[in-house]
C-alpha cells in the first residue's frame, strides 16, 4: 500500500473518510503543543509532544467512552460493565485485569460496523445545501482529494449522513469492489474475508458465544427464531447443518438490537466486555487515580468537557456542527456556529 499520508497506521489511506480522522487528530495533536508552548515557554519539543501525545489519548477515550460505545451496545450492557465516565470521581485501575484483545471481538464483534457502511460519501461546500461526493468503492487507497480542500466538505458530509442498519445486509462497495484499483471492476469480499478470519483463528462459533453471555445452552433453531431478526432463519438454515456451525460474524448481525442499541446481545456482551477490560486494564486510561501520569483534577475537568464536536470544529473550517457528532441533525442536537465550542483550557498545565 502506497502512503500519500504518512502515518504509524498502515490503514490511514485505505479511505478519505478514515484518513480525515487521522488528520483531524494529528492536527489537534499541534494545535495542543502550540497552546501547551504558549503556556509554558519553557518546556523543549519532548515535552510539548509527549504531553500534547497524552491529551489526545484522553481525547480519544472520553469520545469512545462518552459518544461512542453507549449508542452501540445500549443502556444495559454500558451501566452492567461500568462503562460510564465520571462527571467528577476518579476510576481505579485493576492489576488483576488484563488489558489484552480477545480473539472474539477482534476477529468477529468488532467488525459490526462494516454493516453500517454506506456507498456514497457526501461533501458539502462551506455548510450549504449543495453537494457533491463520491462512492466507496471509487475512493479506496486514494485519498489524494484531501490535498486540495475535501476535508471539510467531507466531514461537513459525515455529519450529515446516516449510517446503514447493523444487519446482515453489507453494501456491494466492499462485498465486490473492496481495495478495487483504477480501472477495474471488481475488487475483494469484505464479508468473506471477515467470516474466513473467524474461522482462520479459530474463534467459537455464535452459538458458543450466545452460551457464554447468558444465552440458551445448545441453542436450536427454534432458539434462535426469538433471537435473530424476523425471517432469517429459514436463510440460515440454506446454509448451516446445525445452530452451532454458524459463524460469529454471521449469526453476531443476524441478531434484533438491544434496547438502545445498534447491535444484537451477543455483540453487545463481547463489545462490553472487551472495553470494561480496554478500561479497568489500562493503567493509564485517563480518569484513573493515583497513577504515574495520573491528570489532576483540574486537568481533567478540562477533558471531560470535550467532545468530537469540539474536535472537529477547533480543526476544521467547518462552520456549524451539532452538540452529538454522532447523532443526526434534529431538534435535541441542532447545528449551532463553531464558535459556540469553546477551546480546551490549558490552563491546568501551566507550571
Known sequence: MFSACPSRDPRVNVHPALTCMHILFSREHNSLSRGLKKINPGWDNERLYQEARRIVGALVQIITYKEYIPLIIGPYYFREYDLHVRRFSRTSYDPDVRPGIYNEFNSAAFRFGHSMIHSFFQEVADNSKNSTGFWL???FLFPFGLFSGQLDGLVAGLFKSLP???????????TQHLYQTRGSNSGLDLTSININRGR????????????????????????LENLFQEGLVPAF??????????DLFSGGLAERHVPGGLVGPTFACVLATQFHTLKYGDRFYFEHKRQAGSFSRAQLQAIRAMTLTHVICRNTKIKDAQPRAMWFIHDNNPLLPCSEYAKMDLTPWKE
Open 200 to 223: 482462520d483463528h479459530g474463534i467459537p462459533g455464535y452459538t458458543s458465544l450466545l452460551a457464554h453471555c447468558g444465552g440458551p445452552l445448545d441453542a436450536s433453531w427454534e432458539d
Open 137 to 139: 468503492k471509487d475512493g
Open 164 to 174: 446503514e442498519r447493523v444487519d446482515r445486509h453489507i453494501v456491494r462497495d466492499v
Open 237 to 246: 438454515r440454506e446454509v448451516y447443518e446445525h445452530p452451532a456451525d454458524i
